[in-house]
């Protein structure tokens, strides 16, 4: 299995900050990343396929990049509502696998 | 809009089966792939396995031997069947729409929680 790992686990921010978030994984995956947003007690929510795409609806202070192994994600500017878990996930191979996630708490 | 939403027991004793059932509403049934995903308390995402419309499946080869994931395309519903429960199966179950050029998922249920416990 690709194993995901996500840094940092835990990340302390103020509205208005500049985040990034990474995510690695064991072996290449070309750009076959996702990155979702789930908030306390919601279902996650796509943000980011294919490493660097953004979905329809999603803020572009939201970007991704990388590929291979390494990953980021940023968020460019902090509004209260992207308060939220952050997870990774890679669909380059079975069975796909997610990082642990990364919370993003407000300072 | 495609809406997704799980139903099924919140407690099942180990050893027992979990069953749960995820109906779709709003969208095409057909030409998807419906999964399953759950997140045990704490943790991080964990993909189970899916479904095509057609039903062929796919599942983790970690849970492949005690899971069963079924179609009712005439209820626009698909099913997921977990064998020999244990407390480490105690999760909050999702059911996701697969997209069907990658392995994304960009609708989800909003989630059950189960228990596994006497």
């Known amino acids: 299995d690709i194993q995901m790992t996500q840094s940092p686990s835990t990340l302390s921010a103020s509205v208005g900050d500049r985040v990034t978030i990474t995510c690695r994984a064991s072996?290449?995956?070309?750009?076959?990343l996702a990155w979702y947003q789930q908030e306390p007690g919601r279902a996650p929510k796509l943000l980011i396929n294919?490493?660097?795409s953004l979905e329809s609806g999603v803020p572009s202070r939201f970007s991704g990049s990388g590929s291979g192994t390494e990953f980021t994600l940023t968020i460019s500017s902090l509004q209260p509502d992207d308060f939220a878990t952050y997870h990774c996930?890679?669909?380059?191979?079975?069975?796909?696998?997610f990082g642990q996630g990364t919370k993003l708490e407000i300072k | 809009q495609v809406q997704l939403q799980e139903s099924g027991p919140g407690l099942v004793k180990p050893s027992e089966t979990l069953s749960l059932t995820c109906t779709v509403s709003?969208?095409?049934?057909?030409?998807?792939?419906w999964g399953w995903i759950r997140q045990p308390p704490g943790k991080g995402l964990e993909w189970i396995g899916y479904?095509?419309?057609?039903?062929?499946?796919n599942y983790n080869p970690s849970l492949q031997s005690r899971v069963t994931i079924s179609l009712d395309t005439s209820k626009n519903q698909f099913s997921l069947r977990l064998s020999s429960v244990t407390a480490a199966d105690t999760a909050v179950y999702y059911c996701?729409?697969?997209?069907?050029?990658?392995?994304?998922?960009?609708?989800w249920g909003q989630g059950t929680l189960v228990t596994v416990s006497s």
């Open positions: 479904i095509y419309y057609s039903g062929s499946t």
């Open positions: 996701a729409r697969r997209i069907p050029v990658a392995g994304i998922f960009d609708f």
């Open positions: 294919k490493a660097s």
């Open positions: 996930q890679q669909y380059k191979s079975y069975p796909y696998t």
């Open positions: 072996q290449s995956i070309s750009s076959w």
């Open positions: 709003g969208g095409s049934f057909s030409s998807y792939y």
